[in-house]
């Protein structure tokens, strides 16, 4: 019931900066938490930042103080603004959706994008 498109991934040398960005469709009236992961070659997926509706945010230590999240409720969209980009953060960027508001109540199920590449070079 939800459709999740990123853009926004590239190459960028380490000390830049770049947004992803992740729009939702599909069955909802409204998405309670929206987030982004990241799964570097032979790595698991690791959680980077998540934000609920009301705009409370959660990042992992590795990104505090240079990654923000936040989105756009109207737009069903969110982002993540990259600054200060190191070697470290290349991986494939994931969009997440976990809850859902329908018609028919709450759904909680992990709906994720196609993900968006994001390198760092040294």
């Known amino acids: 019931q939800v459709h999740l498109v990123e853009s926004g991934g590239g190459l960028v040398q380490a000390g830049g900066s770049l947004r992803v960005s992740c729009a939702a469709s599909?069955?909802?009236?409204?998405?309670?938490?929206m987030g982004w992961y990241r799964q570097a070659p032979g790595k698991q997926r690791d959680l980077v930042a998540t934000?609920?509706?009301?705009?409370?945010?959660n990042y992992a230590d590795s990104v505090k103080g240079r990654f923000t999240i936040s989105r756009d409720n109207a737009k069903n969209t969110v982002y993540l603004q990259m600054n200060s980009l190191k070697p470290e953060d290349t991986a494939v960027y994931y969009c997440?959706?976990?809850?859902?508001?329908?018609?028919?109540?709450?759904?909680?199920?992990?709906?994720w994008g196609q993900g968006t590449q994001v390198t760092v070079s040294s």
């Open positions: 997440n959706v976990n809850r859902i508001r329908t018609p028919w109540g709450y759904q909680e199920y992990d709906y």
């Open positions: 599909g069955s909802f009236l409204s998405i309670n938490r």
């Open positions: 934000i609920d509706s009301g705009g409370s945010t």
